[in-house]
Nanobody, 128 residues
Framework: QVQLVESGGGLVQAGGSLRLSCVAS????????MAWFRQLPGKEREFVGG????????WYGESMKGRATISRDNAKNTVYLQMDSLKPEDMGVYYC?????????????????????WGQGTQVTVSS
């Protein structure tokens, strides 16, 4: 099982951009589909987007569709979340999560229960 560590969060002004990274340990990263979730204050964890094992397919949740781009570099064991046109309501903790996908059947599942393991999260703060 991989272990995940996110980075790249911080303070940004509304309208700005951030690029989050999630580095996975281990040599099986390419066997995992990856996803980004976020948890806004007082809200449940929600799906931001997901990416297939090889990176050829991506899915996005409604909350950031058109403003988020997920990519991965399997040579670097890293998945990225590029976020543009950030709004104060995007402020929260962002998590990456992995789903073992040996059969290559991943379809952008939005339920947090379908992912294990998770990273520790990185805080994104957007000032107005």
């Amino acid at each position: 099982q991989v272990q995940l560590v996110e980075s790249g969060g911080g303070l940004v002004q509304a309208g700005g951009s951030l690029r989050l990274s999630c580095v996975a340990s281990g040599r099986t990263f390419r066997s995992y589909a990856m996803a980004w979730f976020r948890q806004l204050p007082g809200k449940e964890r929600e799906f931001v987007g997901g990416i297939s094992r090889a990176g050829g397919r991506t899915w996005y949740g409604e909350s950031m569709k058109g403003r988020a781009t997920i990519s991965r570099d399997n040579a670097k064991n890293t998945v990225y979340l590029q976020m543009d046109s950030l709004k104060p309501e995007d402020m929260g903790v962002y998590y990456c999560a992995a789903r073992l996908d040996l059969a290559n059947e991943y379809e952008g599942f939005s339920s947090p229960a379908l992912y294990n393991p998770w990273g520790q999260g990185t805080q994104v703060t957007v000032s107005s």
